[in-house]
């Protein structure tokens, strides 16, 4: 099942006083039970951030209530102080059976998905890990024992139709290609928001 998202354009992407509260005394659960993905964060730190910019609380709650569990990851040789990733254990549910892009949607002729994996994350606020966080980001999991995860797609493969995905199966992490129209059950993708 896809996951619909009821904002219009028009509507501000702001939570009320309670949604806040409640979500930010989920991540920061999520926060202290997973210490090993930021070692050199500070809460106070990430809620104040993270208070003072409402555009990106409504983002994350977007990302929780797909299934995404968004938390803090510290990625290797990033200017950023705070990313948050999704960081389910199988590619977020409520994203899933999605092709990669809205070119790639709007050239498929039949059985068209709900949306596209690109467009989706736009509309969230969040871009798609590369290759290279995806695999460094697998060394705080594993991840996508089950599902896969559409990854951001160097220009000259989607010039060529195709689009990369990951997963990560017999103990390590793959990269592979498929049709950027391609769509299935269990392919996904995660999300980062950059504090």
């Known amino acids: 099942m896809v996951f619909y998202f ?34 050199n964060a500070k809460w106070s730190e990430v809620e104040g951030k993270l208070k003072a910019e409402s555009q990106k609380l409504w983002t994350l709650n977007e990302m929780e209530k797909s ?32 092709c990669y892009d809205h070119e790639a949607l709007e050239a498929r002729k039949k059985f068209k998905p709900e949306d596209s994996a690109v467009s989706l994350a736009k509309e969230i606020g969040i871009e798609l890990l590369t290759e290279e966080e995806y695999i460094y980001f697998q060394k705080f999991g594993p991840f996508d024992t089950k599902t896969s995860s559409w990854l951001k797609t160097p220009k000259e493969v989607r010039e060529k139709g195709g689009a990369i995905f990951g997963d990560h199966r017999f103990g390590r992490t793959f990269i592979y290609h498929n049709g950027a129209e391609s769509y299935y059950g269990a392919r996904g993708f995660r999300g980062k928001l950059v504090l």
């Open 6 to 39: 009821t904002q219009t354009k028009d509507m501000k992407k702001q939570l009320s006083a309670d949604e806040s509260k409640s979500l930010l005394k989920n991540l920061q659960e999520r926060f202290e039970k997973n210490k090993k993905r930021h070692p």
């Open 67 to 98: 299934g995404g569990e968004p938390d803090v990851v510290e990625l290797e040789n990033s200017e950023s102080s705070y990313i948050f990733i999704d960081c389910s254990k199988e590619s977020p549910k409520e994203r899933r059976k999605l």
